[in-house]
């Protein structure tokens, strides 16, 4: 495991790495949301990995998330940095699966998205789009757009309408490790 460095003054260093997926051609706008995350906690960016989903089969091809679990298996971070929760799961695997692999790698999540109340979001585990509003607990509780009734979601399942966003000022989430 890699242990925790230093940085003058004796400040830890968290290594990490960056993961995101994207249907774009460009996932820099990601990469620098999760970098900026990280450099703002004063974490150490050891690598990145991005993989370009296209359609559901490619889905399930992620050499760019292969890699991230060998770094993590190697000892070569602590963390993973992701953009949206979502991105971590492939189809047929549930984020608790993911969590419980980081957990038992004592290695942590973050995402460096969290939807702000009035956020228009996409709930993944059903395809619908509302907006967030105020909740409190684990779930968070989505209007519609449109008509429909509202819904609770846990936060693993959703993610921006606009992955382009920026996601300063949100809080993030983080799990396992």
Do not use: K
């Not at 105020?134 to 519609?144: E, Q």
């Not at 300063?168 to 983080?174: L, M």
Request: glycine share 8%; net charge positive; proline share 8%.
């Amino acid at each position: 495991m890699t242990p925790r460095t230093t940085v003058d003054g004796g400040t830890p260093v968290t290594p990490v790495i960056l993961y995101v997926t994207t249907t774009s051609q460009d996932a820099r706008p990601l990469l620098n949301a999760c970098r900026l995350y990280a450099e703002c906690r004063q974490w150490r960016v050891t690598a990145q990995a991005t993989d370009r989903l296209i359609t559901r089969a490619t889905a399930s091809h992620r050499p760019g998330w292969e890699r991230v679990r060998r770094l993590i298996v190697a000892g070569r971070a602590r963390g993973i940095v992701t953009y949206a929760a979502p991105m971590l799961t492939a189809p047929g695997t549930r984020y608790s699966d993911v969590v419980q692999w980081a957990e038992h790698r004592s290695c942590f999540l973050a995402c460096a998205w969290q939807p702000a109340v009035g956020e228009p979001v996409r709930d993944t585990s059903t395809g619908r789009m509302g907006v967030r509003l105020p909740s409190s607990g684990p779930t968070i509780r989505i209007a519609p757009v449109g008509a429909g009734q509202q819904w609770t979601a846990p936060v693993a399942v959703l993610e921006p309408l606009d992955l382009d966003a920026d996601c300063q000022g949100a809080e993030p989430a983080e799990h396992g490790g």
